[in-house]
Nanobody, 111 residues
Framework: QVQLVESGGGLVQAGGSLRLSCAASGSIFSMLPMGWYRQAPGKQRELVAAFTRHGNTNYADSVKGRFTISRDNAKNTMYLQMNSLKSEDTAVYYC?????WGQGTQVTVSS
């Protein structure tokens, strides 16, 4: 059974940085599409960053130049480095890998 466990969320001041991690346990195909969504209160879930099946990266326009998605296949872990955080980045961040989802981690940016 595959599980995705996120970590690294928290409270940070505007302009600060956080790095989210998403560790996968269980056997999972390494080339599945994977990435991060977020959902702010009262808003729809939106795609933040993702790897395509072919390894290309996509970013939401709102995070381009500030967020970087990366992965360590040997550790079965994916990361989201978030720099220059803004209050509008406040949300619950979810990682996904294929059809599997993490439980979410709260990111709160204070202005």
């Amino acid at each position: 059974q595959v599980q995705l466990v996120e970590s690294g969320g928290g409270l940070v001041q505007a302009g600060g940085s956080l790095r989210l991690s998403c560790a996968a346990s269980g056997s999972i195909f390494s080339m599945l599409p994977m990435g991060w969504y977020r959902q702010a209160p009262g808003k729809q879930r939106e795609l933040v960053a993702a790897f395509t099946r072919h390894g290309n990266t996509n970013y939401a326009d709102s995070v381009k130049g500030r967020f970087t998605i990366s992965r360590d296949n040997a550790k079965n872990t994916m990361y989201l480095q978030m720099n220059s955080l803004k209050s509008e980045d406040t949300a619950v961040y979810y990682c996904f890998r294929g059809n599997y989802w993490g439980q979410g981690t709260q990111v709160t940016v204070s202005s």
